[in-house]
């Protein structure tokens, strides 16, 4: 009998950090796609690979970076690679996604995903108006979306999920919703909705300090994000993390397995990993990872060690984040720690300004809370 994959397992996190183009507003660890470069990325990346610890995973997850930037074969001998040093628990089907970019797939991409194991395949699209994609850098068009959509259908991957993003500059409360209505109808069983982030150093960091009204306001920002609840909620979506919507069935294993304080391996240049207690941070620098990879040496990185109340702090902004929000039982079982009573303080003030809820045996940021996710939740961490 086959067992369903609920949180906390060990997930497994591949960073491919190539792009065809870097648009305007990313800070992800990126570099613009080169054969050479890319090649002995994948000679290191198998390096590291090999020499990590084998142990059981419940999912693969390959981020970027734009991961088809690989060809599709690149990516199934990968994923064969991955399954032999991360093997499923026994009768337990891993979920294994791909981010993709949908003008670079190709005829017969998604039945090589398949034939690997791919389950699960998340499209960038960000929009679907021609104005917002050229403004965020994008180059696909609206009908490469839904051809890929209907391949991916086709070649019987188990969840496609649709990313979105709002407060694009220029964007109106109109076009918000025509994407996420163009999305819902495509038949999608995921979408990712995530607010714009100017990050410095980005283009987008100078086109602020340049024009700064061309940016929406935090209260223009807030109704977008509530035309995705709405909309997306309406149309039989879950509204299951702060950024994430579901079809019954379809949320993300992996992410669920962050939000639950789980264990993770993060391998590739910048690949963060939480394993035992130890949170660690691969190094941003492409070079000096690829020759400590390629030496057999270990990766330079940043190592913190969370115990505690750090460690059940930083559980509970996570699991705050998430339609179940904190079990109070479970929380006290795994930390050691009574939320209601450790945590009074941030309770009796969150509850005050109508952001958490508690009932039964679970703490949930209410609808208002979603809105105020960052500061309810980062209270947590904070606290001592």
């Excluded at 400590?292 to 705050?320: V, W």
Aim: aromatic share 10%; glycine share 10%.
């Amino acid at each position: 009998m086959t067992q369903v994959l609920r949180p906390p397992f060990l997930g497994v996190y591949v960073h491919l950090p190539f792009c065809p183009y870097i648009c305007p507003y990313c800070d992800f660890a990126k570099w613009p796609h080169r054969r050479s470069a890319a090649d002995r990325y994948l000679r290191a990346l198998e390096a590291e690979i090999d020499a990590t610890a084998p142990r059981e995973a419940g999912t693969i997850f390959f981020g970027g970076g734009t991961p088809n930037a690989y060809d599709a074969k690149t990516l199934a001998n990968i994923t064969q690679r991955l399954r032999g040093r991360f093997p499923a628990p026994r009768d337990l089907v891993p979920e294994i996604s791909v981010e993709v970019n949908p003008e670079l797939v190709e005829n017969g991409d998604f039945q090589t995903y398949r034939s690997a194991g791919v389950t699960r395949v998340s499209i960038g699209v960000q929009s679907f108006d021609p104005v917002e994609i050229a403004t965020l850098g994008r180059r696909h068009s609206v009908d490469q979306v839904a051809a890929v959509v209907a391949s991916a259908r086709a070649a019987g991957i188990g969840s496609i999920s649709i990313d979105l993003m709002f407060a694009v500059p220029g964007q109106s409360p109109g076009s918000w919703r025509r994407s996420l209505e163009r999305a819902i109808a495509l038949g999608v069983d995921h979408v990712s909705t995530y607010g714009l982030t100017v990050e410095e150093g980005t283009p987008y960091a100078g086109w602020r300090l340049r024009e700064p009204g061309a940016f929406l306001d935090a209260d223009r920002e807030a109704d977008l994000y509530d035309i995705a609840i709405a909309t997306l909620e309406s149309a039989g979506f879950e509204h299951y993390e702060i950024s994430n919507f579901a079809r019954p069935g379809h949320a993300c294993a992996h992410n669920a397995n962050y939000w639950a304080n789980g264990q993770y391996v993060g391998l590739g240049v910048g690949a963060a990993s939480f394993l035992d207690g130890v949170r660690r941070v691969n190094t941003r620098d492409l070079e000096g990872y690829l020759e400590a990879a390629m030496s057999g040496a270990p990766i330079p990185g940043e190592a913190e060690r969370l115990l505690g109340t750090k460690r059940a702090g930083e559980a509970a902004m996570l699991a705050l984040r998430t339609a179940q929000g904190v079990c109070l039982q479970a929380f006290k079982e795994r930390y050691g720690i009574d939320f209601m009573t450790y945590y009074a303080p941030i309770l009796a003030n969150l509850t005050a300004d109508g952001l958490l809820e508690i009932d039964d045996d679970r703490a949930r940021l209410t609808r208002r809370g979603r809105f105020l996710a960052n500061d309810a939740c980062g209270a947590f961490v904070t606290f001592e």
